[in-house]
Structures are given as structure tokens and as C-alpha cells.
Nanobody, 120 residues
């Protein structure tokens, strides 16, 4: 089994910054693409951005220039640095990962999410 755990959420004022982490653990052979998603109250989940195992990154237009995705393959961890936060960024942020397990099966796993609230 593989588990993804997000951390780093909280309350921040508009214009502030937060750094989220997504740590993968379990019977992992390799992690391929990882992604951050968010779901605001009453809205559908949307993609924030993705990063491949080789470091290729894509961002949603709404966060380009403000958010930065990175990963530490040695720690099986992905990060989301969020700067210049706006009230519209308030959401539950979740991560997913396409993981090849030690049985060589490939599956997509999701974390439970961490709440980010941007408010004065």
C-alpha cells in the first residue's frame, strides 16, 4: 500500500505565503507524475499543477507566476510554494501521485488534503 499525506495548510493573510508538502510512503518502487489539486467550497476540484519524475512542470493559468511546484525524489516528497496568496486561493489542497509499487503495478493515489484559508 501507498499513502500520501499533505501538510502545511493553515490561515494566511492576503499577499502572504505558505508551503505545502506531500509525502509518499509505503511499498514504492518509483513515483512518476505527481500533482496538486484544489477544491474550493461549492466548487469542483481543479488542477493546480503537475510535475514529472524528470522535473517537467505544468501550472494552471490561475497560479502561474505565484505558485512553484518542486519535488525531492530521494524523500518521495512534493512541495507547493504559494506566494501572493489571494482569497480566491482558499481551498482544500490535495496531492496525487502515479506510483509503481514494488509489485510493479502502477496506480494513482490521493492524499486527504490540507485546508488553506486566505483571509484578513
Amino acid at each position: 500500500q501507498v499513502q500520501l499525506v499533505e501538510s502545511g495548510g493553515g490561515l494566511v493573510q492576503p499577499g502572504g505565503s505558505l508551503r505545502l508538502s506531500c509525502a509518499a510512503s509505503g511499498r514504492i518502487f518509483s513515483i512518476n507524475r505527481m500533482g496538486w489539486y484544489r477544491q474550493a467550497p461549492g466548487e469542483q476540484r481543479e488542477l493546480v499543477g503537475t510535475i514529472t519524475s524528470t522535473g517537467s512542470i505544468n501550472y494552471a493559468d490561475s497560479v502561474k507566476g505565484r505558485f512553484t511546484i518542486s519535488r525531492d525524489n530521494g524523500k518521495n516528497t512534493m512541495y507547493l510554494q504559494m506566494n501572493s496568496l489571494k482569497p480566491g486561493d482558499t481551498a482544500v489542497y490535495s496531492c496525487n501521485a502515479v506510483v509503481t509499487g514494488r509489485n510493479y503495478n502502477t496506480m494513482t493515489y490521493w492524499g486527504k488534503g490540507t485546508l488553506v484559508t486566505v483571509s484578513s
